[in-house]
């Protein structure tokens, strides 16, 4: 890995045995892109790559001149209104009324390794050989504001992290009204545009189209990445399967507003922007401020989508999370929600716990209702002290009772938010997002504290703080369960609220930072009404999110396999639940729940005591099972197979770092009779190798498995299932293979 600077042709490469990133400064002092992509030579000269000619209608920067024109050069940081007509990567409110503004190149630095960004998540190195890092600084003369370009290229992998720091170094105020984190220019639209969409309880479903003229954009304005877009996608070339061709991932590291665009011009190039959504953004930066942009991550491949998710889940695996928790095999849990809802006592609770405990669960997770008022979605939330009608020892006494049977104990919050009806709020009344004179809205009777607000903060950091440090909790489940409306701080002056949907981010990535470095041996799973806010921002502080609250094992195969594109198996929380599904009323086999859920987290929503005797003892073989494979599960190089969005079969397929297992997951949604021979040809394993089938015991070679593929075709189709006497819908098979 290097990174070059030619000074004659003030030219830029950085490289590793993957990618080239090549850039230089255009004759304006602009820094203009030039290429991204498969690695290339290097040399001191791209000029050719700077393509210009005199086009009927442009507008030209230079006097007399022909050749610059912004609209018509491919840019690092692009602005609008002096030739470029695009939408631009940064826009700043000067005090004259005056948004143009003209960032040239002043000077660079390069580094070793990769500088934190202060208050915010981000990719780290933990030695200088990892990565290296550049600065480029450029300045806008008349006012005084400088932006600071760092760009880190990774030893290993097709990664480039990209984010900027914008100074006001001027006499005056400003208002920056657009800064982007990443401005990606690239010379072609042959494309196809990949986003992760949807809506509470379908999360993360992949939607492809060829990408055209015009703007297409994902975004949230919802105060959280959201149910509806993730703040990642994917441009891939039209022929790019999941094992071969050309894809670049774009992934933000931010868990509030965002934006992610791609606008193609009529001279079809492509405009890239991701960063924080510029709707009601206006940062006001007085002299001397600096406001540093979240971190966007691109990941060029071409190795297929599935090389580019590869090494999206070593990045956020590896150097994006982080702590005691990183690389260790998640804990087994049982969560009483599903079980309880807010229907409990403490006996009742302990009894689900021993029954768990029999079952070898490690450990239970107490949901919802345990503290203040809270009996129902109508008061309680800020009050974060336990019941004692409830739990008559408090949380420490039920914590230990919990201990005490030989599990761990986790506990359920929901910090951001509150109900009127409580003590927080009677206290407090002002401590919530309203606009003076207008209506407050309400979500699931609940509204969101002003968490850009450092007292509001404080308060909520002190009662949870109190509870983890009197009492044995192991694992916090964080949620947060409604948008921001009316997003108005009490605390701001009139010109700084359109700073308070980020200042309410920082605030929960402070509180996160202070609980993480006070309890660092704690395990946070992250949560938003199930995957509201799955995003790498929220990875970097817990590196497990609860992934949908939609539990059906069937609905959970299109969003799972949506968040493999990005996000790493052990960060997606996936639980076993009951028959009907409290979702959709559906009826699946239990085999097929935990096949579904054994590629993520695992644990059981439900209460053990109610399943029969014979579900029982299969629920203490998918746990022990789950103990045996989750380090292969959770932390091996993962493929997908065969897509849920395309047909009736969905497969994927873990392989363990030096290849020795691989744990295959085959998934049939509907049954048919008198079914086509099938096979899957497998992924990753070591061609020499021979495997063997742990059930069947049969052996296979590696390139057998990889060239001929395994046999999956049916027998029984048509016929009922053996045990239960029903249909045999949404069956699944797990194939484990060793290396013998
Ligand atoms: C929404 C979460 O996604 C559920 O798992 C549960 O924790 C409820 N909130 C509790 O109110």
Known sequence: ????????????????????????????????????????????????????????????????????????????????????????????????????????????????????????????????????????????????????????????????????????????????????SLCMDLPDCNYEWLQFSGAWARERHLKVR?????????????????????????????????????????????????????????????????????????????????????????????????????????????????????????????????????????????????????????????????????????AGLGDWAANPKRLSGGITGFAERIEELGMKFGLWFEPEMVNKDSELYRKHPDWILSAPGRNVSHGRNQYVLDFSRTEVVDCIYGMMAKILREAKVSYIKWDMNRSITECYSAALPPERQGEVFHRY?????????????????????????????????????????????????????????????????????????VTPNHQVFRNTPLHTRANVAYFGTFGYELDLNKLEKEEQESVKEQIAFMKEYRQVLQFGTFYRLASPFEGNITCWMTVSENRTEAIVGWYRTLSHVNMPYMRVRLQGLDPEACYEDQETKKRYFGDELMNIGLVTSDATCGQMDGNTGECCDFDSRLYVFKAV
């Open 1 to 180: 890995m290097s990174i070059l600077f030619y000074e004659n042709t003030k030219t830029f490469h950085l490289c590793n045995q993957e990618i080239s990133y090549i850039m230089t400064v255009l004759p304006n002092g602009h820094m203009g892109q030039l290429y991204f992509g498969k690695r290339v030579h290097q040399r001191e000269d791209y000029s050719y790559l700077y393509e210009t000619a005199p086009r009927p209608m442009a507008s030209y920067v230079f006097e007399g001149d022909y050749s610059l024109s912004l609209e018509h050069v491919r840019q690092e940081y692009g602005v609008y209104g002096t030739t470029d007509f695009r939408r631009p990567a940064i826009e700043i409110l000067q005090s004259n009324g005056s948004r143009l503004c003209d960032f040239q190149y002043q000077r660079h630095e390069i580094m070793k390794g990769k500088p934190s960004l202060s208050g915010l998540p981000a990719t780290y190195t933990e030695k200088d050989e990892e990565a290296e890092t550049l600065r480029v600084l450029l300045e806008d003369a008349l006012t005084g504001v400088t932006v600071e370009l760092l760009y880190t290229i990774f030893a290993k992998g097709g990664i480039l992290a990209r984010s900027a720091k914008i100074t006001n170094k001027g006499a005056d105020s400003v208002h920056l009204t657009a800064a982007m």
């Open 210 to 378: 060829k990408l055209e003229q015009g703007i297409q954009a994902v975004d949230s304005r919802r105060g959280h990445s959201s149910h509806e877009h993730n703040p990642f996608i994917v441009l891939k070339r039209p022929e790019t399967c999941e094992n071969q061709g050309e894809a670049i991932g774009f992934s933000l590291i931010y868990s509030g507003n965002f934006l992610a665009q791609a606008e193609v011009d009529t001279h079809d190039t492509t405009r890239v922007l991701m960063g924080i959504h510029p709707m009601g953004f206006d940062w006001k930066l007085d002299v001397r401020e600096s406001f540093q942009t979240p971190e966007a991550v691109m990941v060029y491949s071409e190795r297929g989508l599935n090389g580019m998710s590869q090494t999206f889940h070593r990045l956020y695996q590896k150097r994006l999370a982080r702590g005691y928790w990183r690389d260790r095999a998640r804990p087994i849990l049982n969560n009483n929600w599903e079980a309880t809802y807010f229907d409990f006592t403490e006996d009742r609770l302990v009894e689900i716990a021993r029954k768990a405990k029999e079952c070898g669960v490690e450990l239970f997770v107490l949901d919802d209702g345990w503290f203040g008022e809270r009996s129902s979605d109508h």
């Open 505 to 577: 981010i920082l605030g929960v990535y402070h509180l996160y930072e202070r609980l993480n470095t006070e309890f660092p041996q704690v395990l946070f799973e992250s949560c938003a009404s199930g995957g509201g806010r799955f995003d790498p921002g929220i990875l970097y502080y817990a590196p497990q999110g609860w992934a949908s609250d939609d539990s059906d094992a069937v609905e959970r195969l299109k969003i799972q396999y949506g968040t493999s594109f990005c996000y790493p198996i052990s960060s997606i929380g996936s639980h076993v639940s």
